[in-house]
Each structure stands twice: as structure tokens, then as C-alpha cells.
């Protein structure tokens, strides 16, 4: 009776569960059964051509190379993982030598083997770094540099090195190379700008940097002609008859965010408020407003109330301008560049700065300062004792005049 299948067919079923095995780890049931239902054959009738335990394959029998044993192809796929893991965190470690695209220094490479031989060895290192755009020194060239005595300039470079950071302790740690430079040729050591900041690389030091303090008050180029009501005296009889309104700005790790309060002057109760990454209008100063006139009507004291604030381009907009006209709010305004002409609202903007900013070395996000802002506030108005007030709060005294109002209403 012939045979149903040939032996070329028998091989070719072999090898295909032999590489699907390797290639997916599972077990040989069910790479029979895969390849049994693409090859039309039953997979009972592929085990009995699989090979026994310690046989090769009928195809690999009369080859002078014999195939890689399972076993064998783990192991050599676990040392090239281990091999490529090593070598990205090589890459990580000496990422900082790239940034510039160009050769890092001799010393700093020699510095750098010196610092990661024990983790990494000298071999994978320079294998690694070697194949990069930029090119390294060879392991070679690394055991040669280490062997020949140190040069003239490595050992001044030590003794430049120490008088750099002398010097950069002395003046509190706040020069850059410019500076440095001129400290040290004063000192008598005559070297160049661009050694002394090698020098300072060496060292690790760097000069301070100021940051950028933002303007949050922008003036209008469209003249003002809006007197101020208040002329420094921030005393108002009875709530709604003054509010403040001032923007500050807190740092944040993704830029900068900008924080709008509008204070009554009587209870020094933050009436409304408004945390946003934008200095315009509509996105800060006018969502203050907003809060504060739907909270605390003006109509309350029959349209006495005065708005005051500095000449911000965000105060004296026409959108601001007609919301306060709209619910019959005076506008008042300081004159240009005095702080004290908004004194009581500076004042908030200080605590706020000294109670909560301040509590932390960072803040991430926008979002974190208005959540911060929020609980802050209401401990402001309910919990915070006030010594303008008499050690009471805003809200205490916002409802003591309200019963007194009252009683003066029965009484009549």
C-alpha cells in the first residue's frame, strides 16, 4: 500500500512545530495542532513523525552542523537580552556626553570609564559608545592612558581646581565662568574664559541663574481717566461698600500659573477668586468678579459699592468695565506704579504667598495651586483669625453686622 505522505511533506511538518515551538515557547500539543490544521494533516499523524527524545530531525540528520537544542537557543537569547539591557544603560549613563552632537573630551571619557568600570567594564563601555555618531575612545586607547604619567596640565588643572571652588564659596556660590574668570585673574592666575569654565565643569559648580519675574500688571496704552475713589484709606463701615482686587502669580514646574483675588475691606472676607495660566481677562480677573457678585450681591447697599484695583490692562478693559457698570459697581483706580495706592490688597497677595506658596519648595501644575487655593481660601474666611478684625473672622464679622442690621430692622 503506498504511503500517504511523502517525505519532503513529513519534514517540512516537522520543522514548522520544531520553529513554532522555538519562536512562541508553547508546547509541542499544541504546535502539532497549529500546524496540523494548516497543513491538513492530523496531529496524532505529525507526532508519530516528530523525532524521540535525543534524535535530530530526519532533515538535520545528515548535516555536518547539528540544529540548536532548545535549551541551548534560551540561553543564547537570555546573554543577548542581558547584553542589550547593559548596553542601554551604558547609552543612559553617558547621554549627558552627547547633548553638544560632537566627541566628548578625552579626560571626561577617561573620567567616565573610571566612574562605570566596576558596573559595566571597560570592553562593553567602549564597544557601546563607539557605535554612536559621535564616536568614543577605544579600550585600548583607555589602558594607554591610564599607564603614561599624568601631564603638566592635568596636574595644574588640580591645583586651578581647588582655587575655583575656594573662590566660588567665598562670593556664596553665586558666580558663573564670567565672573570666575575676572575672580581668578585678580587672584594672579592668568588663565582663559573658556579654561575656567572647563574648570568649573570639572568641578561641578555653576553660577546662579535669576529667574524671570513675570509683570502682572500691564498698563493700558488707552488713557484712564477713572478717579480713585479711595485715596489710601481702606476703613469701609459695612461689607460691599469696598472691594480690592489684586493679581499675583505663583511659579509652577510647567510654567507660570496667576492667582486674582477681590477682597472686602470691612470683613477682609476673599469674596472671590480665580486661579488660572493666563493673565487675560476673561480668563482670570472677570471669573473673580463673576463669583464675587453672585455671592455678594451689590445691590445690597443700593449701588454704593466701589470696585478698586491698580490700572491693569485686565481691570480696565471694556468687559470688565461694563460688568461692573452692569450691577452698578463704581470703579476705582490706584495710580501708576505705587503699590501702596492698593495696600490692603498686596497685603493678601503677601499672606497668600507666606501661608501657602510658600509651605512647599515646588508646585507641578496649575491645577494643584487652584485645589491648594480653594481649601486655603475657605480656611481664610471660616477658621483664619484676623487681628484687623479683633481676632475674629471675615465670617464672623459678616454675620455679626448682619444680625445687627436685623435687630436695628425690628427695633424700628
Given at each position: ?338 503699590s501702596y495706592d492698593n495696600a490692603l490688597a498686596e497685603t493678601v497677595n503677601g499672606l497668600y504667598k507666606a501661608e501657602l506658596i510658600y509651605s512647599r519648595p515646588t508646585w507641578p501644575s496649575t491645577s494643584a495651586v487652584e485645589l491648594a487655593t480653594l481649601e486655603w481660601v475657605s480656611w481664610w474666611n471660616h477658621q483664619r483669625l484676623h487681628e484687623a478684625l479683633g481676632y475674629q473672622t471675615p465670617v464672623e464679622v459678616e454675620a455679626a453686622y448682619d444680625q445687627s442690621q436685623t435687630r436695628a430692622l425690628v427695633t424700628t
Amino acid at each position: 500500500m503506498p504511503k500517504k505522505y511523502d517525505q519532503d511533506l513529513r519534514e517540512h511538518a516537522v520543522r514548522m512545530v520544531l520553529d513554532k515551538r522555538a519562536a512562541e515557547g508553547c508546547s509541542q500539543r499544541v504546535a502539532m495542532d497549529a500546524v496540523g490544521a494548516s497543513l491538513g494533516i492530523a496531529p496524532a499523524t505529525i507526532r508519530n513523525w516528530m523525532p524521540r527524545p535525543g534524535e535530530l530531525p530526519a532533515a538535520t540528520a545528515g548535516a555536518t552542523a547539528p540544529r540548536e537544542s532548545l535549551e541551548e537557543e534560551n540561553r543564547r537569547l537570555r546573554r543577548e537580552l542581558a547584553e542589550t539591557r547593559r548596553a542601554n544603560e551604558i547609552l543612559k549613563k553617558a547621554s549627558g556626553f552627547f547633548r553638544s552632537g560632537t566627541r566628548p573630551p578625552h579626560d571626561e571619557m577617561i573620567r567616565f570609564i573610571d566612574e562605570h568600570r566596576d558596573q559595566f567594564g571597560v570592553e562593553p563601555i567602549c564597544r557601546v559608545l563607539r557605535a554612536t555618531d559621535c564616536g568614543f575612545i577605544t579600550s585600548r586607547g583607555y589602558r594607554a592612558a591610564k599607564a603614561r604619567p599624568r601631564c603638566a596640565r592635568a596636574i595644574r588643572d588640580d591645583v586651578l581646581v581647588e582655587e575655583v571652588k575656594r573662590l566660588h564659596v567665598q562670593n556664596y556660590g553665586v558666580y558663573g565662568h564670567r565672573k570666575m574668570w575676572h575672580a581668578m585673574r585678580r587672584r594672579g592666575w592668568m588663565i582663559g574664559r573658556d579654561q575656567t569654565a572647563r574648570l568649573m565643569r570639572t568641578a561641578g559648580l555653576h553660577g546662579v541663574r535669576r529667574g524671570r519675574r513675570p509683570f502682572t500688571t500691564v498698563g493700558s496704552k488707552v488713557p484712564d481717566r477713572r478717579p480713585d475713589l479711595v485715596e489710601r484709606d481702606f476703613h469701609a463701615s459695612a461689607p460691599n461698600m469696598l472691594w480690592v482686587a489684586d493679581i499675583t502669580y505663583v511659579r509652577t514646574t510647567s510654567g507660570f500659573a496667576y492667582t486674582a483675588f477681590i477682597t472686602d475691606a470691612c470683613t477682609r472676607k476673599i469674596v472671590g477668586w480665580s486661579v488660572a495660566s493666563s493673565l487675560t481677562t476673561q480668563a482670570l480677573p472677570m471669573i473673580a468678579l463673576q463669583q464675587a457678585i453672585a455671592t455678594t450681591p451689590a445691590a445690597r447697599q443700593g449701588g454704593r459699592l466701589v470696585h478698586h484695583s491698580d490700572r491693569g490692562v485686565q481691570y480696565v478693559s471694556l468687559a470688565y468695565t461694563d460688568t461692573l457698570a452692569e450691577h452698578g459697581v463704581a470703579p476705582s483706580v490706584g495710580t501708576v506704579g505705587d503699590s501702596y495706592d492698593n495696600a490692603l490688597a498686596e497685603t493678601v497677595n503677601g499672606l497668600y504667598k507666606a501661608e501657602l506658596i510658600y509651605s512647599r519648595p515646588t508646585w507641578p501644575s496649575t491645577s494643584a495651586v487652584e485645589l491648594a487655593t480653594l481649601e486655603w481660601v475657605s480656611w481664610w474666611n471660616h477658621q483664619r483669625l484676623h487681628e484687623a478684625l479683633g481676632y475674629q473672622t471675615p465670617v464672623e464679622v459678616e454675620a455679626a453686622y448682619d444680625q445687627s442690621q436685623t435687630r436695628a430692622l425690628v427695633t424700628t
